[in-house]
């Protein structure tokens, strides 16, 4: 696979990795056996980075990403803080982080993280010099290797990207999420910060498998949180209303290339941005981890195809999603 360098973080990791949010909680049950299969077949097919949090089923992924690290030793593991809390610019504090931090590294059997990012924390603490301060702290202790922060917007990424020990930023980036595209990539490139891609194939959207019949039990997000009820919409079908989602994927399959399925086209759409260091489909099974992973070695898509994505963006899904995020 691949190999890009994940910003500052001094590592080069495969630019498909796994997000292990589905393997938590919120997207139905999933086994132990089950996520563990999971992450093994991920593995298998090249994958070496996975990114996690402690709020994924209260640290049952990160526990679960600990018994895998244990058998597969030398993969990246990022994982990420701070919504175990009310969210307060006050609750960012270097106490908190070293309970917080203690915490994972207990849960994934490790003495020091590889990348601990901030959890889209309240859009005031990317601007608060104490954070960074504290989480420098948190490096020279030793408990972690590097810090970056995840975010909902694209002005918390570039208020992040000018911080100078920022070595990651996580955002959603997909067919669905072309803002990055304007000022995100090009400042974090010059700035030599990470680019990790979530929600890259829009909750499962543009995987092209759901229609109009499609149900979704009633503890996975995409049935409870359409409106933003638990957390920000925008982590949910990338905040786009599903009916739009659906009319946006029927446009687009028609410039799915022979032996793609729809959701590596998806994936193959994001890794042809060179700003990203790893995108981070999630997976449920064996199948979907081998198969995300391959989108890895396909073709780049030609221009003419990027061009249509875009113009695809603009008629359906920008009104929605642009001045928002």
């Not at 849960?107 to 020091?112: K, Q």
């Not at 997909?174 to 979530?198: M, S, T």
């Amino acid at each position: 696979m691949e190999k890009r360098e994940l910003g500052k973080t001094g590592r080069q990791v495969g630019v498909v990795g796994l997000g292990a949010w589905q393997l938590g909680a919120d997207w139905g049950e999933v086994s132990e056996d089950d996520a563990l299969a999971t992450l093994n077949a991920a593995v298998d097919a090249g994958v070496d980075f996975i990114d996690t949090a402690d709020v994924y089923g209260d640290g049952r992924s990160e526990q679960i990403v600990g018994r895998l690290l244990k058998e597969r030793p030398g993969l990246t593991v990022a994982t990420k803080m701070g919504r175990r809390v009310p969210q307060v610019p006050s609750a960012y504090t270097l106490d908190n982080f070293r309970a917080w931090n203690d915490r994972s590294r207990q849960n994934l059997g490790v003495d020091t993280i590889d990348l601990v990012q901030l959890h889209c924390p309240p859009t005031p603490v990317y601007s608060d010099q104490a954070v960074y301060d504290a989480l420098d702290t948190l490096v020279q202790e030793g408990r972690i290797a590097a810090y970056g922060v995840s975010v909902e917007t694209c002005e918390e990424a570039l208020t992040a990207i000018a911080r100078p020990g920022v070595a990651s930023v996580q955002i959603i980036f997909n067919a669905f999420r072309l803002k990055p595209l304007e000022r995100v990539l090009p400042a974090a490139a010059e700035a030599g910060v990470g680019i990790i891609a979530r929600v890259p194939l829009a909750s499962g959207l543009l995987s092209g498998r759901y229609d109009e019949h499609t149900s979704f039990a009633a503890d996975d997000h995409r049935a409870y949180n359409r409106h933003g009820e638990s957390f920000d919409v925008g982590e949910t079908f990338s905040g786009v209303d599903y009916a739009t989602g659906l009319k946006a994927v029927e446009r687009l399959k028609p410039l799915v290339p022979d032996g793609m399925t729809t959701a590596q086209f998806a994936l193959r759409w994001i890794i042809d941005h060179p700003a990203v260091s790893v995108v981070i489909p999630g997976a449920r099974n064996e199948r979907q981890a081998v198969a995300n992973a391959a989108a890895a070695r396909l073709p780049a898509l030609p221009q003419e195809t990027h061009a249509a994505v875009s113009r695809v963006y603009d008629e359906l899904i920008r009104p929605q999603v642009h001045p928002r995020w």
